[in-house]
């Protein structure tokens, strides 16, 4: 089994920033927070969007809403994912989730390739 807890959320102004942390822990932890880990957000009444992921051997990806503003890391010494959140916009606002794979390499963001997710993590930009 693997828990997964988000934290850093909160409030701040457009252009603003924040970073995200979710850190693993459980008997199975390490068979799943240094492979395929990424981050999604989902709105209320929308499907969950995946926006960064990084795989096994540190190959980050992000979707087109993202790529520039923020950056996604993680610390398989402390089993922690991180998104670091600059340049923040309106349309940012969301709950954030963090989501682990046992699968090497993050070649989808399809939410059924990810075994663990975290309870999520509000962030809300104001304009």
């Known amino acids: 089994q693997v828990h997964l807890v988000e934290s850093g959320g909160g409030s701040v102004q457009a252009g603003g920033s924040l970073r995200l942390s979710c850190v693993g822990s459980?008997?199975?932890?390490?068979?799943?927070?240094?492979?395929?880990m990424s981050w999604f957000r989902q709105d209320p009444g929308k499907e969950r969007e995946g926006i960064a992921s990084v795989d096994f051997s540190l190959l980050t990806r992000y979707s087109d809403s993202v790529k520039g503003r923020f950056t996604v890391s993680k610390d398989n010494a402390n089993n922690t994912l991180y998104l670091q959140m600059d340049n923040l916009k309106p349309e940012d606002t969301s709950v954030y989730y963090c989501?682990?794979?046992?699968?090497?390499?993050?070649?989808?963001?399809?939410?059924?390739?990810?075994?663990?997710w975290g309870q999520g993590t509000q962030v809300t930009v104001s304009s």
């Open positions: 989501a682990a794979s046992n699968e090497l390499t993050c070649r989808s963001w399809s939410p059924t390739m990810y075994h663990y």
């Open positions: 459980g008997s199975t932890v390490n068979a799943y927070t240094r492979y395929c």
